[in-house]
């Protein structure tokens, strides 16, 4: 059996979906003050409109990753094709290519991380920076699983021979195992999105 082309397909999809998801998530943090012209949060005071700023910046990190990604968006379906033909030479030139492409992501992420990190540690309210450190694990999360995955294309791409049956076997459990540590990973990910999602809907309930 070859490792299973759909599920290669959904992790590649879910890439775009995930980080897609966690843009507009941050955008709220940034409603324009009408006294000040800057940047502020409903509710908090002291330097949370400085954090708000630098949380705009990490919104263009995410945004690079979502058109990073979009314009990748096809490399599963390439990726399934040469599997179902046993194409190893383009199984191994996609495999790389999924490989760098989630690289590039990667840095933009932990960018992304960074400047969440460096929110938190200004004088803002304690609900914000709950939030902040919420989707912080959530985003540290989702790169923590797609580095998990990335690991599956690497074996693809360095040991990947339909005419070696052991070796087929053998990628394809390593397949099945990554496939089901991506999930988990991923579900934790979006419990820890979710929970923020509700803190700040607590807290804008808090202002009405």
Known sequence: MKPNANNILKNLRSLLFCFAFLSPLFA??????????GFDVPGFSDETAE??????EANKDLTKIKILY????DKGEELKRALETDDADLVRKISDEVVDLINDGADSGKS??????????MEINEDYRKYLSLKEE?????????????????ALRDNYDPKN?????KIKEEFKTRSENYRIIMEKAREYSTRANELAKESSKKQN
Do not use: D, H, P
């Open 165 to 169: 049956k052991l070796l087929r076997e």
């Open 51 to 56: 954090a708000g700023q630098i949380i705009f």
């Open 112 to 121: 992304a991380i960074k400047k969440i990190q460096a929110a938190q540690e």
């Open 28 to 37: 709220f943090s940034c409603v324009k003050a009408e006294k000040s012209g």
């Open 70 to 73: 979009k314009e990748n968006e």
């Open 138 to 154: 959530s985003l540290t999360k989702q790169l923590e699983a797609f580095a998990n995955y990335q690991q599956a294309a690497i």
